[in-house]
């Protein structure tokens, strides 16, 4: 069945134009995804084409051919330097405008590649699928380091489209030629109907794309402490319901709360730009000593939460050991004749817990052990001791 080009013409031009608005829409609503910009002007030029090459009959060829298609190179050009800019790059506009500029030399310029509709096809289809490949390249490098999901699905469909042009390009090449081209029964209906489902597919999965990661931005705004850059309350949180779950698994596991002496005195004596510096230097302490899985967050002012997999009461203990000893190196040259501490305390989680509430209030208890042992010493201003406090649900017999 034969599709008539000029209704395919007419369906491709506003759904491209819908699209385009909308990608127009979204960088209006936020004008820092400059992306949506570049996707939205090569939505335009693909409209702008689809219009001129309906109107092939009313224009000069010479002009319209030449023009036409160097607003479809430009376009997916456009798209590309979108991409560029999506995935933290420069992007690039000579490069597009420049083979835009190249194919209209090449289809203008009378030749034996500008004189058939076969080498017009190759030549336009070349241009564009290069375009077409690089941001499948782009995508799917951006997708792993950043793991969205839909930028790796996007760089799939930009490889896919990049085969239906080939194939289009070829099954044209062979099918069609310049006097069929406008005819109610000619195949360019069957060649031009799947650019209007590319068209809608491809905005669709560019916008979901860049929804995927502006939801992992706000998750991560969510649950990481602005100060630190390490998880907030609400984070730990959710790290321990994770935790719990894998313990549920046979794994074991211990949170363990960090609590940095005498901050007020440091605020008062230093500043509380040094005050600020010492909790970073802590966060930092905490996640230089961390292993694949382990967690850190802060949850108070001064007090932090780690989280460790797979750990028994030895191991925990060692491993906030070396935490504290990284900190005192660490902290030592922002105070200056005063040698910052922190407190320990360990809750074991066992296989039957279910209560994220019962294992805090365990650590917190082991916690403020931990503090009231250090009461004694606690005027000494070069002291550099912690006390490490561990319980479980079974024995809370202090180890100090």
């Known amino acids: 069945m034969a599709l008539d080009p000029h209704t395919i013409f007419l369906v491709l031009a506003v759904v491209v134009f819908v699209l385009g608005a909308a990608q127009f829409g979204f960088y209006l609503l936020c004008r820092r995804d400059t992306w949506f910009l570049y996707w939205g002007a090569g939505d335009l030029c693909v409209t702008t084409a689809v219009i001129l090459f309906s109107q092939f009959q009313h224009l000069p060829l010479p002009l319209a051919v030449p023009l036409t298609n160097s607003f479809l190179?430009?376009?997916?050009?456009?798209?590309?330097?979108?991409?560029?800019?999506?995935?933290?790059?420069?992007?690039?506009?000579?490069?597009?405008?420049?083979?835009?500029?190249?194919?209209?030399?090449?289809?203008?310029?009378?030749?034996?590649?500008?004189?058939?509709?076969?080498?017009?096809?190759?030549?336009?289809?070349?241009?564009?699928?290069?375009?077409?490949?690089?941001?499948?390249?782009?995508?799917?490098?951006?997708?792993?380091?950043?793991?969205?999901?839909?930028?790796?699905?996007?760089?799939?469909?930009?490889?896919?489209?990049?085969?239906?042009?080939?194939?289009?390009?070829?099954?044209?090449?062979?099918?069609?030629?310049?006097?069929?081209?406008?005819?109610?029964?000619?195949?360019?209906?069957?060649?031009?109907?799947?650019?209007?489902?590319?068209?809608?597919?491809?905005?669709?999965?560019?916008?979901?794309?860049?929804?995927?990661?502006?939801r992992g931005i706000l998750l991560h705004d969510a649950c990481c402490d602005e100060l630190t850059q390490v998880l907030n309350r609400r984070g730990v949180r959710v790290a321990l319901w994770h935790t719990l779950r894998r313990v549920a698994s046979n794994e074991t596991a211990a949170l363990v709360l960090l609590d940095l002496d005498y901050l007020k005195t440091v605020n008062d004596t230093f500043g509380h730009a040094v005050g600020d510096s010492l909790l970073r230097c802590l966060a930092q302490s905490a996640d230089t000593q961390l292993r694949l899985g382990d967690s850190v967050g802060r949850i108070g002012g001064d007090e932090f939460a780690v989280i460790l997999r797979q750990v028994d009461q030895v191991q925990a203990t060692a491993i906030t050991e070396r935490l504290r000893a990284e900190f005192a190196g660490a902290a030592a040259a922002l105070c200056p004749n005063f040698s910052p501490t922190i407190s320990v305390g360990i809750a074991y989680i066992q296989r039957d817990e279910r209560s994220i509430d019962q294992i805090i209030a365990r650590a917190d208890r082991s916690l403020y052990q931990a503090k009231e042992a250090r009461l004694p010493r606690s005027h000494s201003r070069r002291s550099t001791e912690s006390v490490v406090v561990t319980s479980n649900p079974r024995a809370t017999t202090a180890d100090v």
């Open 73 to 214: 190179v430009l376009a997916w050009g456009l798209c590309w330097s979108g991409c560029r800019v999506f995935c933290g790059h420069r992007p690039l506009l000579a490069i597009p405008l420049l083979a835009a500029a190249a194919v209209f030399a090449i289809l203008a310029i009378g030749s034996p590649v500008s004189a058939h509709l076969a080498g017009r096809l190759l030549v336009v289809s070349a241009a564009m699928d290069i375009f077409v490949v690089i941001i499948a390249w782009e995508l799917l490098q951006t997708g792993r380091n950043e793991g969205l999901l839909l930028a790796r699905i996007c760089a799939g469909i930009a490889a896919g489209i990049a085969a239906v042009i080939v194939i289009r390009a070829l099954w044209g090449a062979s099918v069609l030629n310049d006097a069929m081209m406008m005819q109610h029964d000619s195949p360019l209906g069957m060649l031009l109907l799947p650019s209007v489902a590319v068209a809608l597919v491809w905005n669709v999965c560019l916008t979901l794309m860049t929804a995927e990661r502006m």
